[in-house]
């Protein structure tokens, strides 16, 4: 068998453009479980398998960023899932699907009529037996009928709990009947006549394309009663359910509630008031500063990805896509992010029709050898004139770390290009020794990485295709290298003698490292440099100001003996906590703070102990790029008894507010979860700068006071608890990065 594992993406989280791919499985022909949560991703996958090979088709398993990103509770025993394989005679023998490979007419025509006659037919019989798509609350007085897969599903379920509907016999009672898809393509129409039976109205509710609305209005179209369908669009053509983004709790409450209210009796008597759900928000002044994510300290995207204001400059995938959130001044004129794989196609096209002859592409050494070096190839074969700035950092950083499929040496990619038709190469490197100049071709020029702009302006110049090939470490390798003992770590500190600094930026201007940080001292707005993130890249040198120092540290070593170490004081009794101040048998907590600093690590913790508590757990994870430095935040919904609904907040469903950063909690998005009867704000008074402050050191950020007057608008400002987390940690154990632990 085949399992094909989408990946979908409905609020482009982690994708540049927001995506659905039931679509395209349809046109495919090809079967789709769709799971709503962990359980159902874990069962499905079983099942996935199963389907493939009793029917002989690619089984397509729907993965939403909700359940690819989420955490939960799960039940593993081997038996929890036991797949029932249809049987089908065929000349008095039962089906054995055989992959076959002789794609030739006519035998194509021979197995196109097995695939429609058998294989097809075979894969729904399989959704059925095994009750993949079922009837989860259901009576003899229904009227209603909401039909949903997926982790729409659980989403709906959350909104209808919102609405007054908690248990599913208060469902029955108001004549509400609902339908769970797991298995939404190829749905057996049976089944769907079966739920809308005695039905006056079906609400189908799902993201982007109305695939789902279609098969279910198909399928009723020939029942004698038939019920009216609604979905993307009501019975008058107007706009119901959104199309666009991710349908989550939020936006499902008033669409569902204007259905509802429109039924009298049951229905109507049960359904709470809109308003008492969905409160209307108080309007906040605008953060002066928000978080982004930005890159590392010490990154080589930090110099790689700087040029003038006027260069047209091509985006793609990887950590160099961030300079689209970054100011053209220092970046360049971003012309399109394209897919991987295309990285200045896109000026295949353009460049006929412009007056600009010239784009640089941006692209990473992962890119390149995955399917970057095609559009190499495509730009050479085109004849355009185009730089390509790659970068060859050793890693594919963006997604953890990996090493890259196909890495070649630096030298034997210099080659490689040449032979493609590239017209100049030149090296920057931040060790120019690294690798033997005999290594490399004839023709190749090795430079210092201070002579990026000279390479770049001396490349534009050059017709044809260029590459610009700046060769350094990724500072986040390097420093989980120097964390585990496989690289050095230098016996040096880069400090500023803050009573010299004139807090003039030129230090940040030159470096672009988040390490490099402004400061207000009794001297007035000067610089730091903060040494438990520096990952001594040294950029921040290049101003050349007199108020930098370097000091030299003593080497720690290697033996764990702490004989010779101060005794530490015993820590004071801790009291056993008092009555819970919150719902202690359903809560959700909402964890906000800085990518890079164990945000999901936290969050993991949280919901090991409740497990391990008995407790039931789910959570979401919303990271995406924001991994990089940006606004992290994780939901994490505890409950004694059942299973969570929805795996994250609604709005105003935030018990406990944990802000790990108080600038990323004090957001409108995540005050949004908070509500002034219901949540308790314990967080970080510690002030972490933001990459656009680095740049601009006169941009200040909110004040602590500022961000704790914002947050108790909308929370029980009388219980909530602020302290300075990582100041705590520092003075504890030296080091700032377990604030976060400390924290919770």
């Known amino acids: 068998g085949v399992v094909a594992v989408v990946g ?83 000349d008095g023998h039962p089906f054995q699907p055989h992959p076959d490979g002789r794609l030739i007419t006519p035998h194509t025509i021979d197995m196109e009529r097995e695939f429609q006659e058998l294989r097809l037919p075979l894969a729904r019989r399989y959704g059925v037996e095994n009750r993949l798509n079922r009837v989860v609350v259901r009576s003899a007085d229904d009227r209603i009928g909401i039909v949903a897969g997926g982790h729409t599903f659980h989403e709906t379920r959350e909104a209808l709990r919102l609405l007054g509907f908690s248990t599913d016999d208060e469902l029955r009672a108001a004549g509400i009947r609902l339908f769970q898809l797991l298995m939404p393509v190829p749905l057996d129409p049976a089944q769907v006549r079966d739920f809308g039976d005695g039905l006056d109205e079906v609400i189908v509710i799902e993201e982007k394309n109305p695939t789902l609305e279609h098969l279910v209005r198909s399928a009723l179209y020939d029942s004698p009663q038939r019920p009216v369908v609604v979905g993307r669009r009501n019975e008058q053509d107007r706009l119901l359910v959104e199309g666009h983004g991710s349908l989550e709790v939020d ?9 509802l209210a429109r039924h009298p009796g049951m229905v109507a008597t049960r359904l709470r008031p809109l308003d008492d759900v969905v409160r209307p928000e108080r309007p906040r002044i605008p953060l002066t500063v928000n978080r982004a994510p930005y890159f590392c300290s010490g990154c080589p995207h930090n110099r790689s990805t700087r040029t003038s204001a006027d260069t047209l400059v091509g985006g793609g995938i990887g950590c160099h896509a961030m300079v ?5 001044e220092r970046v360049g004129h971003l012309v399109g992010l394209t897919c991987m794989g295309s990285e200045g196609a896109q000026w295949i096209g353009i460049q006929p029709f412009v007056e600009r002859a010239h784009l640089v592409q941006n692209l990473g050494d992962g890119t390149d050898f995955h399917s970057g070096s095609l559009a190499v190839r495509a730009a050479v074969a085109a004849g355009v004139d185009i730089t390509y700035k790659l970068l060859d950092n050793g890693t594919v950083a963006m997604t953890g770390g990996q090493d890259p499929q196909g890495r070649m040496a630096v030298p034997d990619l210099t080659r490689a290009l040449l032979l493609e038709g590239v017209t100049r190469v030149i090296v920057t490197t931040d060790d120019v020794d690294r690798h033997p100049r005999g290594d490399f071709p004839v023709g190749v020029d090795v430079w210092d990485r201070s002579r990026l702009a000279e390479a770049e302006e001396v490349l534009a110049a050059t017709p044809g295709v260029t590459v610009l090939l700046h060769d350094q470490a990724c500072a986040a390798e390097n420093r989980r290298g120097r964390a585990r003992g496989t690289i050095p770590t230098p016996g040096f500190r880069v400090v500023i003698n803050e009573r010299v600094c004139e807090g003039c930026g030129d230090c940040g201007d030159k470096s672009n490292c988040l390490s490099v940080q402004p400061i207000d001292t009794p001297y007035g707005r000067k610089t730091r440099i903060h040494q438990g993130s520096c ?31 101060p005794v530490r004081p015993a820590p004071p009794a801790v009291g056993e906590p008092g009555e819970p101040i919150v719902d202690p048998d359903a809560f959700t907590v909402r964890l ?23 407790r039931q757990v789910r959570g979401l994870d919303q990271t995406g790029l924001s991994q990089k430095a940006g606004p992290v935040v994780s939901d994490v919904c505890i409950a004694t008894a059942d299973t969570p609904v929805s795996n994250h907040a609604a709005t105003g469903g935030v018990d406990c507010l944990l802000g790990f950063d108080l600038l990323v909690a004090a957001s409108d998005a995540n005050l949004a979860g908070a509500r002034p009867d219901r949540t308790v704000v314990i967080a970080s008074t510690d002030a972490v700068p933001t990459g656009q402050m680095v740049t601009h050191p006169d941009l200040a950020a909110p004040t602590a006071a500022a961000l704790i007057e914002r947050v108790a608008g909308t929370s029980r400002s009388g219980d909530n608890r602020f302290l300075d987390a990582a100041g705590l940690a520092d003075a504890l154990i030296g080091s700032p990065t377990t604030a976060n632990v400390l924290l919770l």
């Open 8 to 90: 979908d993406d409905p609020a482009a989280k982690s994708s540049t453009l927001p995506s659905s791919s039931d679509a395209t499985m349809v046109d495919l022909h090809m079967p789709v479980l769709f799971p709503g949560d962990v359980q159902e991703a874990l069962e499905l996958g079983r099942h996935a398998v199963g389907l493939s090979r009793s029917c002989g088709l690619w089984a397509g398993v729907k993965l939403v960023t909700q359940v690819a990103d989420g955490t939960g509770t799960v039940a593993v025993h081997p038996d929890l899932v036991r797949p029932i394989a249809p049987v089908v005679e065929v």
């Open 251 to 259: 936006r499902l409450l008033a669409p569902l509630h204007r259905r």
């Open 324 to 328: 689209a959130m970054m100011d053209p």
């Open 535 to 565: 990952n001594f890249d040294l950029s921040c040198l290049d101003g050349d100001c007199p108020s930098f120092a370097t000091v030299t540290v003593p080497e720690r070593p290697p033996s764990r003996d702490r004989a010779g170490e």
């Open 592 to 614: 906000a703070g800085i990518g890079g600093t164990g945000v999901v690590t936290v969050s993991q913790i949280l919901g090991t102990a409740a497990m391990l508590a008995g």
